[in-house]
């Protein structure tokens, strides 16, 4: 919106988590003028066909879905209600109003089952470990469906464990942070055996602006893809890695919030959870070859404006 955008923003304001927390964000945008909030379910029938029609968009960022992989388990269903009707009325609704550029994202829990790090975008992602990541590859393979037969420009972004400031609760760096500063144990799983790649929240957003004018195009043959590139061979389409390139102990990362809290954490070390996956990995030089960006927020200055923002909105 500071660069001049007009925005349309639709958000179902579940209560998966505190929605206060969302109501609060949300207020927040309702201060620009160029900003429109339209509280409804993707998945409700003629309402994104609805929006399209009136404000015929430029782009279309789609960040709207049930997320979570351990709630996945328990609530399945919900993740075919949001993330695959859902998904699947946006396409709809696309097809009949194209975009000039559409960008959906997906998530680093596509890769599964995968060991060969870093995970690149053209590396086979066909062993999800969770039902929330088997939701997430379909979307792209519907995505690249509809961009192939209507030739509709798509980037998918994978997303590689987002964090920050106004982040969910059910995230472990707000969870550890709560727990942490009111003297209560962590649940540490895999008995701390684990690593992620950690992204700031802003080097995500900075990301996905970039790849905005990043257009995807049908190459001219199916043998005139760039190596590396993760474009379709058929199709205006491509997947692209959000992620800051390093792969960060969970030792170091609680490490960090004990820093930035000043306080020790006392630690429960419990089993691998179901669902989960040991490590992720990011490649990311392919973002940085087409925005010329790459994530680079250290996780010991994002934790601590994390917990900069925690101790101010609650208070602590």
Request: charged share 20%.
């Amino acid at each position: 919106m500071a660069e001049g955008w007009e925005v349309v923003g639709v958000d179902a304001m579940t209560d998966y988590y505190d929605v206060r927390i969302k109501e609060r964000r949300q207020a927040m945008l309702m201060q620009n003028a160029r900003f429109r909030v339209v509280n409804d379910r993707i998945e409700a029938p003629g309402l994104l066909h609805g929006l399209m029609e009136e404000f015929r968009p430029d782009a279309v960022i789609h960040l709207a879905a049930q997320a979570g992989v351990r709630y996945s388990i328990d609530n399945p269903e919900s993740y075919v209600e949001a993330n695959l009707i859902g998904t699947f009325r946006l396409l709809e609704a696309i097809r009949a109003f194209p975009p000039e550029h559409s960008l959906m994202a997906s998530t680093s829990s596509v890769y599964g089952a995968n060991t060969d790090m870093p995970f690149a975008e053209t590396q086979k992602a066909d062993t999800p470990m969770s039902f929330y990541a088997a939701t997430k590859k379909a979307n792209e393979a519907m995505a690249h469906s509809y961009a192939h037969l209507y030739g509709l420009p798509v980037t998918m972004f994978r997303f590689f464990t987002v964090y920050g400031p106004w982040g969910r609760p059910d995230m472990a760096l707000f969870k550890f942070t709560k727990a942490i500063l009111e003297d209560r144990p962590i649940d540490v799983y895999n008995h701390g055996d684990m690593s992620r790649d950690f992204t700031y929240v802003a080097d995500l957003v900075s990301g996905i602006v970039g790849l905005i004018d990043a257009v995807p195009v049908r190459p001219a043959t199916p043998d005139a893809v760039p190596e590396g590139d993760s474009l379709s061979p058929v199709a205006p389409f491509r997947v692209v890695n959000i992620g800051n390139s390093d792969s960060v102990r969970l030792t170091e990362f609680i490490e960090a919030i004990e820093t930035a809290t000043g306080r020790r954490a006392a630690r429960n070390y419990m089993d691998m959870q179901p669902g989960d996956v040991p490590a992720t990995w990011a490649d990311a030089s392919l973002l940085q070859s087409l925005t010329g960006y790459r994530p680079q927020t250290s996780v010991q200055d994002g934790v601590a404006r994390f917990v900069e923002w925690y101790r101010g909105y609650f208070g602590v």
